[in-house]
């Protein structure tokens, strides 16, 4: 059984910079891809950034690709989202989530495993 925990949220100034993590525990990196998605108020869940299955690729959507990087610690535990220059639209609660599925998935729908969610809130 996978199990996902995010922690990090805050509420920041525009300009600032963030990092959320993803705690990973059962057969996870090595069986699934990871990802992150983010919900705003009254918007649907989006894809931020993602993890192949295995961890050999990476992805982010456009909006957040120039601002957003994805990583992992050594021991494949812990997963991470690294957030610079954030600005009010990317006010949202971040989730991360496991796919059993190949490749890079880029659809809500196609992830098995969700953690709670933490809270990112950004405005001066």
């Known amino acids: 059984q996978v199990q996902l925990r995010e922690s990090g949220g805050d509420s920041v100034e525009p300009g600032d910079s963030l990092t959320l993590s993803c705690a990973a525990s059962?057969?996870?990196?090595?069986?699934?891809?990871l990802g992150w998605f983010r919900q705003g108020p009254g918007k649907e869940r989006e894809f931020v950034c993602a993890f192949s299955w295995g961890a050999t690729t990476t992805h982010c959507a456009d909006s957040v690709k120039d601002r957003f990087t994805i990583s992992k610690d050594r021991d494949s535990t812990t997963m991470y989202l690294q957030m610079k220059n954030l600005n009010a639209e990317d006010s949202a609660v971040y989730y991360c989530?496991?796919?059993?599925?190949?490749?890079?998935?880029?659809?809500?729908?196609?992830?098995?495993?969700w953690g709670q969610g933490t809270q990112v809130f950004v405005s001066s």
């Open positions: 989530a496991a796919s059993r599925q190949y490749g890079i998935r880029l659809s809500w729908r196609d992830y098995n495993y």
């Open positions: 059962g057969p996870t990196f090595s069986s699934h891809g």
